[in-house]
């Protein structure tokens, strides 16, 4: 191979892998198997140390993570988030154990531990509170997320124990657990957002959301499995673990100390088939010399320690062939492909369907009909079509064309424009749509009507009795075909009712969220049913109208008009209104004791001599002001105790925001009330 040759395929490959390190760490949506991202960096590298006269400066080869969230104030790591070699097979962990062993000698213990597939956070604490939780970004410095890391109900707010020192940095992996990611996932399919691929992805993007308060309602956890401290009261790793885990972190149980490197192949082979056990993703085993003072001895390379490494478990992947694609129709009309594959055992399951998500997913995959595919079990979870085997493509093999019609009513299928999701429009006509809605409409979240259930909507629907949910609030008069109903006797039909009835008493925004508008999830609702007060309101209103409310942007304000503009949909707000249901949000009268605050907003942080942070919110709030959840371009105060964190002022000062102590917010009001 020529040198000009050499260069061409190293510069490809640093852009290739660039752009992946961009999807997987700022993205946080993977377009390629670790398996084969790994592999082609090695290869890179491979290349690099044969011709180091050819190498970029800023391979990837040398970056330890991504780039830096916006958003987030950057914060330096005051010890660099580095990452760990990885191995693939028993041989490069024997060459490793080597390694050491010639380094330091045979008397040495390992830590396994598990490899947590999340993302990894740096937590400093500060006379035994959190002070900061930043990500890795870069490895030198990352975003801070303390806000978010604080709602994680394992991650301490302050240390409890005495024997803690108080001053210290831990690091561990945040991650989402597979149950409740499929359950989240779920909810985000139905409101037809678009799903995270598995659980990190979903962790990951949650981290990084601006609002703290929805993130505590996807609910992440987190391990342990770093200490920093200036001042190591402990002689190895193990023995710092158990002291955080005594300290209130959570630590995980598996840990094992073990005294060779055969032991640590059984803790790999053991975990290799128990991973899929446990209630969290995994995607390898991290080994540890245990003593401090001989990772010192063994020191790091430029990227990871040499006392460390990762032995990674290969994503489960098999061939297989397309055989079909098959479309489902979601509630809201969201149009779903899947792959109907032959066939075929992959981490003891039989897969016969895969996920393809959209249609720029087929176009990706430029897949076929009868194509030979390799699929492999993303996260665990739900089974993916990585690629296409070309070499084994039929030689008339039929591209897969989209559906054009919807396949349950035969609609045509619309597509706006910059969205990856086609849907059905017939939402009045269209089965699964009909049944959908009314599902959702009696759902826990929304009406949360007792007695009335998925399959009983079902069976209604198909028997002529429910078509629209204000059809649900006259089943009373069809007793006669309830009775005629198969396993439905009278205490059924009495608690149905009864439910339905007890339905009536539901706030505004339940109902709003029942109505199953697109994009109008749990927490949209709430700030409509506040923003606009009542149906009408909201029915009439703009486009600029809705923007101006809180968190709704275009794509909803854009929704709600087009489910307004239906005179269905007004038909069916009618006869629910008849029916007695609640339109309007139930005004608590405040009282104000001045409104000289009106129109101000005010976000509180630190700790105040007099006052507790409670106390001068009542206080705002009484004299009409506005507490915000966090900083940004609409906040008019900064109300500044001690010890505050330093992002939040650091934000505040770059959004040239008045910081005020508490004392001046008293003057304001009181001087103001005199005035
Ligand atoms: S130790 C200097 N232990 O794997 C060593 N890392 O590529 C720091 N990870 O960024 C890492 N489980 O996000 C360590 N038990 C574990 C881990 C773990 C998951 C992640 C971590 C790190 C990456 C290394």
């Known amino acids: 191979m020529s040198l000009s040759a050499i260069k061409e395929e190293m510069d490809a490959l640093v852009l290739e892998l660039t752009q992946h390190n961009y999807n997987y760490y700022v993205l946080a949506m993977p377009t390629i198997g670790d398996y084969e991202f790994d592999k082609k960096l090695k290869h890179l590298a491979d290349l690099e140390k044969q011709n180091p006269d050819l190498a970029d400066p800023n391979s990837p080869t040398l970056r330890v993570g991504g780039d830096i969230t916006k958003n987030f104030v950057t914060v330096p790591h005051k010890y660099p988030m580095l990452s760990l070699g990885n191995t693939y097979n028993e041989q490069d962990l024997r060459d490793f154990d080597e390694r050491i062993r010639k380094a330091i000698g045979n008397q040495f213990e390992y830590v396994c531990e598990l490899k947590f597939d999340g993302l990894s956070i740096s937590l400093t604490y500060d006379n035994g509170k959190l002070l900061r939780a930043v990500t890795r970004g870069d490895g030198t410095k990352g975003d801070d997320v303390t806000s978010n890391v604080k709602t994680i109900h394992t991650i301490p707010h302050q240390i409890k124990s005495t024997q803690a020192p108080s001053n210290f940095e831990i690091r561990g992996e945040i991650f989402m657990h597979k149950a409740a990611f499929l359950k989240l996932n779920a909810a985000r399919e139905e409101l037809g957002e678009i799903p995270y691929a598995n659980p990190r992805n979903f962790a ?54 073990v005294n060779n490197i055969d032991e640590v192949l059984d803790f790999i082979h053991y975990w290799e088939n128990e991973r899929h056990n446990l209630s969290y993703d995994i995607d390898g085993i991290v080994i540890k010399v245990n003593s401090y003072a001989q990772q010192q001895e063994l020191g790091f390379t ?68 009868g194509d030979t595919v390799f699929v492999e079990k993303g996260g665990e979870i739900i089974p993916k079509i990585i690629k296409v085997n070309p070499a084994k493509r039929q030689e008339n093999a039929r591209k897969v064309d989209y559906l054009r019609n919807c396949p349950e009513c035969g609609t045509p299928l619309v597509r706006k424009e910059g969205e990856a999701v086609h849907y059905c429009p017939n939402d009045e006509g269209c089965p699964p749509q009909i049944v959908g809605k009314m599902q959702h409409f009696i759902s826990r979240r929304a009406m949360n009507i007792d007695g009335l259930g998925d399959e009983t909507i079902e069976t209604f629907h198909r028997n002529g009795l429910l078509n629209h949910i204000s059809d649900i609030y006259t089943l009373y008069r069809n007793e006669t075909a309830l009775k005629g109903m198969e396993r439905f006797g009278q205490r059924s039909i009495d608690n149905m009712l009864a439910g339905i009835e007890k339905s009536k008493e539901m706030p505004f925004e339940k109902v709003l969220f029942g109505l199953g508008i697109r994009y109008v999830g749990e927490t949209v609702a709430k700030k409509l049913a506040i923003g606009m007060k009542n149906i009408d309101a909201l029915a009439s209103a703009t486009i600029e109208e809705l923007i101006a409310i809180d968190e709704i942007g275009q794509r909803i304000a854009e929704s709600i008009v087009e489910y307004f503009a239906n005179k269905e949909h007004i038909k069916q707000i009618e006869l629910l209104k008849i029916a007695g249901l609640s339109f309007e949000i139930e005004e608590k009268v405040i009282e104000l004791a001045s409104d000289r605050l009106i129109g101000k907003t005010f976000v509180i942080s630190g700790v105040f001599e007099t006052y507790s942070r409670d106390e001068l919110k009542e206080m705002i709030e009484a004299n ?48 103001e009330k005199d005035s």
């Open 204 to 257: 990951s993007g949650t981290i990084k959301m601006q609002d703290s308060k929805e993130v505590a309602k996807r609910p992440l956890d987190g391990f342990i499995y770093f200490l920093y401290t200036d001042k190591n009261d402990f002689r190895n790793h193990w023995d710092s673990l158990q002291a955080v885990n005594s300290w209130g972190f959570h630590v995980c149980e598996h840990n094992r100390l």
């Open 302 to 369: 430029a990227k990871s320690p040499r006392w460390a490494i990762s032995y990674k478990y290969k994503a489960a992947e098999v061939e297989t062939v397309l055989e079909k694609v098959t479309y489902q129709v979601g509630r809201t009309g969201a149009v779903t492909p899947v792959a109907n594959l032959k066939p075929v055992l992959l981490a003891g399951t039989t897969v016969k369907r895969a996920t393809l998500h959209n249609a720029n997913e087929i176009d990706r995959l430029d897949l076929h009909i």
């Open 624 to 671: 009409g002001g506005k507490i915000l959840s966090g900083i940004s371009g609409k906040l008019n105060y900064l109300v500044a105790g001690d010890n505050m964190g330093p992002s939040k002022l650091e934000k505040a000062t770059k959004l040239n925001i008045p910081i005020i102590s508490d004392d001046s917010l008293l003057e304001m009001i009181n001087k």
